[in-house]
């Protein structure tokens, strides 16, 4: 059976001098959030997977990229830039010949942005072809990447997910799927993960489920998605999410389900609700839309303040505003109009870029604003460019007052699961009292949810201290895997400190 790979041939691909140095954990660097798409069995696969990656764009901008399975060759598209950029054109789809398909879009901050990073990622194995991509990021990446490069690994990437790639070439396992698995038990940290081999589709997702992935059936095919827009869009039905450290083998006979893993109580990422989830997936049952209006509604309750009008920043603002509105008996209003035609503020990779980025995305809407008392809310504040920008916005439209309200609890800790939220210095929470954060911010008022409001929000009763039932680190520093990579460079930059002194 062929393994061979071709495509790419479009492409510029470019090598940066020191791989590692695109692997700096302190350095605001390479931390992705991504989508992840996959079909199997389909006549017109790559094409399914292009409609599902395009359902995905929110999750990841910089790049996209699908590989296909003809039954002789992995075909290879990656490009940079957006799905509709290059996979709306019948071309690139012809070149992705073959019923499946796996695809990837890829959202990273700053550090390179090289096509040898752009996903799905393929190898040639000795059991045969293997292509993958990743949704999350490991915390011992690095730690393994290190070790396997001593040893002799020559990595064509320096993204951590080539990890998997090279345990999986070096295991003494026969069959690919128990190869696979070898490889995950390696792992540690976040990954919602899905595969291609020359007779099987493979989903799994880490052991606490931190990353979502669900199951879906489109005429007797099935489909792998990071989120149910995706299955929307293509008219697939939903199956089921994947569960923590569940893996899906898919092939001509079904889908067989393994549980690789102790069992352990699954652990989901808070922020996909607060901010990353398109508003109309369902991520493990609950609307993401709902979640983040009762967020809206939590924290009017929590924090309310008289005003005239609650307005959102669009669009991440949007439902809790709704929420907080008709919780609070405050007109809703779109005070602030945004312009869909550029990027996430986060995709721009330097912060002079980032902060021109929020002008050119919000506009104030004068008439709704001009001599009211406004409540503006947003999901959340991470390093504060777009709060100070849009609070002067309103009130160059000449806002009487300026209440800020965010449907999330402050981000006083980073993330190392495939969020962007920077170093803890970057962070303006982590910095600065609220009352300071208002006074930079230039607000009357500042409020931000609580935990406990953010836990109520998602229908728990309140936060289980022993057996938190969310990831949400971000806002209580509670980190569910070890952080290896992290210790190893503190350890390092602590010896450096030792021999410096
Ligand atoms: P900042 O301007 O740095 O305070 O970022 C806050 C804004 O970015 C809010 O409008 C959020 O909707 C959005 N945001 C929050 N988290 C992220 C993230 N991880 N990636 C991209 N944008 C984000």
Redesign the pocket.
């Known amino acids: 059976m062929g393994g061979v790979i071709q495509g790419d041939s479009h492409s510029v691909d470019s090598f940066c001098a020191d791989p590692s140095a695109d692997l700096d954990l302190e350095g605001d660097r390479l931390r992705e959030?991504c989508g992840v798409f996959g079909v199997f069995g389909h006549p017109e696969a790559a094409a399914v997977a292009a409609l599902g990656l395009h359902a995905l764009q929110h999750r990841g901008q910089e790049a996209a990229g699908i590989v296909s399975f003809d039954g002789q060759r992995y075909n290879s598209e990656r490009r940079l830039g957006l799905v509709g950029d290059h996979f709306s054109k019948a071309s690139t789809i012809e070149r992705l010949p073959g019923d499946s398909a796996i695809g990837h879009v890829r959202?990273s901050?700053t550090g390179e942005t090289i096509l040898r990073n752009v996903q799905p990622l393929f190898a040639e194995l000795n059991s045969g072809g293997f292509s993958v991509a990743h949704n999350g990021n490991l915390t011992n990446g690095l730690t393994l990447r290190r070790d396997l490069v001593q040893s002799g690994a020559i990595y064509q990437s320096t993204s951590d997910t080539e990890v998997i790639l090279h345990l999986m070439a070096r295991s003494r396992k026969l069959r690919i799927v128990e190869r696979f698995i070898e490889a995950l038990r390696a792992l540690e940290g976040s990954y919602a993960l899905v595969a291609l081999t020359n007779t099987m589709m493979i989903g799994a997702r880490d052991p606490l489920g931190i990353r979502p992935l669900v199951l879906g059936e489109l005429e007797g095919h099935y489909i792998l998605a990071s989120e149910t827009c995706a299955l929307d869009i293509i008219g697939a039905r939903f199956v089921r999410d994947v569960e923590n450290g569940e893996v899906v083998v898919i092939s001509k006979d079904g889908v067989e389900s393994l549980h690789p893993f102790p069992p352990r109580p699954m652990r989901p990422c808070i922020?996909e609700y607060?901010?990353?989830a398109r508003p109309d997936s369902v991520v493990h049952g609950r609307s993401v839309y709902d979640v983040r209006k009762n967020m809206g509604a939590e924290l009017a309750r929590e924090s309310g303040v008289s005003a005239d009008v609650v307005v959102p920043?669009p669009d991440?603002?949007v439902p809790a505003a709704i929420g907080y509105a008709q919780a609070s008996g405050v007109p809703f209003e779109l005070g602030i109009i945004r312009n869909h035609y550029v990027g996430?503020?986060?995709?721009q990779p330097t912060q002079t870029v980032?902060e021109l980025g929020?002008r050119l995305k919000h506009s104030a809407n004068r008439a709704v604003v001009a001599g009211k008392r406004i409540v503006l809310i947003?999901?959340?504040?991470?390093?504060?460019?777009?709060?100070?920008?849009?609070v002067q916005m309103m009130r160059d439209a000449g806002a009487r007052e300026v209440h800020f309200r965010i449907s999330s609890p402050p981000?006083m800790y980073p993330?190392y699961y495939g969020?962007?939220?920077p170093v803890r210095e970057?962070l303006?929470a982590a910095t600065h009292t609220l009352d300071e954060m208002r006074a930079y911010i230039g607000c009357d008022s500042l409020a931000f949810l609580s935990v406990e409001g953010t836990y109520r929000a998602m229908g728990e009763g309140s936060r289980d201290p022993q057996r938190p039932q969310f990831t949400d680190h971000c806002f209580t520093g509670d980190y569910p895997t070890s952080l290896t990579d992290l210790a190893g460079e503190t350890k390092s930059q602590l010896s450096l400190l030792a021999e410096a002194s």
Not at 344 to 347: C, H, L, N
Not at 378 to 390: A, L, M
């Open positions: 959030e959202y901050t922020f607060i901010y990353f920043v991440s603002g996430r503020t986060f995709i980032r929020v947003d999901d959340s504040i991470v390093r504060g460019t777009t709060s100070v920008k849009i981000i993330d969020i962007d939220t970057n303006l």
